[in-house]
């Protein structure tokens, strides 16, 4: 049985393997040891791009994180059974992206490589011109390494004509023999589209240009020199204090909330991938390592399994993905930096996996007693298994544990999808988000309020012209490319009304967020009795059925959901109606 610091977690005899280099389990967060990546920009650390490897035993990926030494040891369990591992289907998915052989029981199986060809000799006849500049020399001075990954390495370097004269830079080498598949080519490739497309934001590493040769490719970029976000929170002895985590957890949410209103995710959020721009203790972070970042449509959903393992989304495990799984490893930062430990932890990959996919974060032992309530909520809201209820980046920055802070509150992608819902639907949902409108939160009002001034209402209303300059605001390439004003075309019923501030709030409400809240019974209660006396009806089983895009096979259940006396909903069938009705549950446990 293995251990992990979380609660009510089970893992299989397979996690207990010894390691050989194990430290205290009362001892702070380890650091990284040597691993790979494409992406480990001027890090000075040997970090894993699209690694879970995090066993103590050989692994058949690259080195990736070591174990975590927790403070808060939870538990140990044995299950009746022994569980289907997750990890299998995902090690071969990476081995496959990273061009490694996969060799199952009965045999080995020839690897496909999607865009290449097999040549003599096993060469694979893959096309690695980028149609970038081929005069790095000419423009630039290389220097000293200052950080080494498995696909390459990133050195110091200095300009030496025009712009850049003089100037520090961090040139990021990949070279061209490790891009074994066309999927590894793409990712560089990704890589330079986003980084030349994703630009402004002050918490965002800056591009400058890209070259290449027979050998390598190069990406210059802003030279970061403070070290990573993980060497710092080593050197505070293993955690922060909330004052100063504040500060560092208002900057990662600054720069994920641009990102993801630009249409991308970045896929691999982690401490290893902040860096301080200088030594000083105020310094600002930059995030770096687009290496796995990719561009997501509005309604888009990603499946190709990609990260690092303590800090990946349980639905990314399921191959079902989009930007809440960026919140996800926000709330896994946070979490390390306020106490030190990480909140899902194993021995092995299959142990790991399975704590994130079915262990709480331990928020009992020590130092959680003597952390805020408002912190503990923060991280609840962010760790949340169902993807639909975790929180926004842009609402992360209104909640009461970082109110108090001086930052701006950032303009919501979210905020259009609602209203795309909303002027979609029928008279009949309308009602009952109305009545929901009218048990919202002062917390969730707070956020509204800066969303819908943000939207530059003119005359106390918003019209579809102002969610469009609001948006064109925040334009960038990136937006373009990832098709973010798609989601405008798709509000035209909003351009024969205007809304007001009391029907933004109706148009914005998400009851997957509202569910998450630990009063969330009491705010259902008071919406039905707004719903009861101002939109209820009656209604037939068969209308429920369309109203919520089922077919006959839901009759059965949907008639527990109507009174029998008056044929109108019950306070159950009003919180299911809100709800609605998925496929499968946000967090399935597969055979």
């Not at 397979?14 to 205290?24: G, R």
Request: glycine content about 6%; aromatic content about 8%; overall charge positive.
């Amino acid at each position: 049985m293995g251990l992990c610091c979380s609660k009510n977690v089970a893992v299989s005899e397979a996690d207990n393997k010894p390691a050989a280099a194990q430290q205290s389990k009362h001892s702070p967060v380890a650091p990284v040891p040597p691993s790979s990546g494409p992406g480990d920009a001027h890090s000075g650390k040997h970090t894993p791009a699209n690694s879970f490897s995090a066993s103590p035993c050989p692994s058949p990926l690259p080195a990736g994180i070591a174990p975590s030494p927790a403070r808060t040891p939870g538990r140990k369990f044995r299950w009746p059974l022994p569980p289907p591992s997750p990890a299998k289907p995902i090690m071969e998915a990476l081995r496959r992206r990273q061009g490694r052989e996969v060799k199952p029981k009965d045999g080995p199986i020839p690897e496909e490589h999607p865009g290449g060809v097999e040549g003599e000799g096993g060469e694979r006849a893959l096309d690695k011109s980028f149609g970038y500049g081929k005069n790095i020399g000419a423009k630039f001075e290389l220097g000293k390494e200052v950080g080494r990954g498995h696909f390459g390495h990133t050195c110091w370097a200095k300009g030496k004509k025009g712009e850049l004269k003089g100037q520090p830079v961090a040139v990021k080498i990949i070279a061209k023999a490790k891009m074994t598949t066309a999927i590894a080519i793409e990712d560089v490739r990704r890589e330079v589209k986003i980084l030349k497309a994703l630009a402004g934001h002050k918490n965002l590493v800056r591009f400058y240009d890209a070259f290449e040769d027979d050998h390598n490719v190069y990406i210059v970029m802003e030279l970061c020199e403070g070290g990573e976000l993980l060497d710092k929170i080593l050197s505070r002895g293993g955690r922060y204090t909330e004052k100063d985590a504040k500060t560092i957890v208002v900057q990662i949410l600054s720069v994920v909330s641009f990102c993801h209103l630009q249409g991308v995710v970045h896929r691999d959020l982690k401490p290893e991938n902040f860096l301080f721009t200088t030594r000083d203790e105020d310094a600002p972070m930059k995030v770096i390592d687009f290496g796995l970042s990719d561009l997501i449509r509005p309604d888009q959903r990603l499946n190709d399994i990609v990260g690092s393992a303590y800090y990946v989304a349980p639905e990314v495990l399921y191959r079902s993905y989009s930007l809440e799984a960026d919140m996800w490893s926000v709330g896994v930062i946070t979490y390390i930096l306020l106490c030190g430990s990480r909140p899902f932890w194993a021995r092995t990959e299959s142990g790991i996996f399975r704590s994130v996919l079915r262990a709480d974060p331990n928020f009992d032992d020590s130092p959680w007693p003597s952390v805020s309530s408002e912190a503990k909520d923060f991280l609840k809201r962010l760790l949340n298994k169902d993807h639909r209820k975790r929180m926004t980046a842009a609402q992360a920055l209104t909640h009461p544990w970082l109110r108090d802070e001086k930052h701006d509150v950032p303009l919501d992608i979210l905020i259009y999808k609602l209203v795309k819902s909303y002027v979609r639907s029928s008279p009949f949902k309308r009602a009952a988000l109305k009545a929901l409108s009218k048990a919202l939160t002062e917390d969730e009002l707070f956020y509204l309020r800066a969303q819908f001034r943000l939207l530059g209402p003119k005359n106390g209303r918003v019209s579809l012209d102002n969610f469009r300059t609001a948006l064109m605001k925040n334009s960038t390439d990136a937006m373009k490319m990832s098709r973010v004003y798609d989601i405008i075309n798709l509000m035209e019923p909003l351009s024969h009304k205007k809304l007001d501030f009391e029907e933004f709030c109706v148009a914005a409400i998400s009851s997957y967020q509202l569910e998450a809240h630990e009063g969330w019974e009491k705010i259902a209660s008071t919406a039905f009795e707004h719903f009861e006396n101002e939109g209820n009806r009656v209604i037939s089983v068969e209308e429920l059925a369309q109203e919520m895009n089922l077919g006959p096979t839901s009759y059965q259940l949907l008639n527990d959901w109507i009174r029998p006396s008056d044929r109108k909903l019950t306070l159950l069938g009003y919180t299911k109606f809100l709800h609605g009705v998925t496929v499968r549950s946000s967090n399935p446990r597969r055979p």
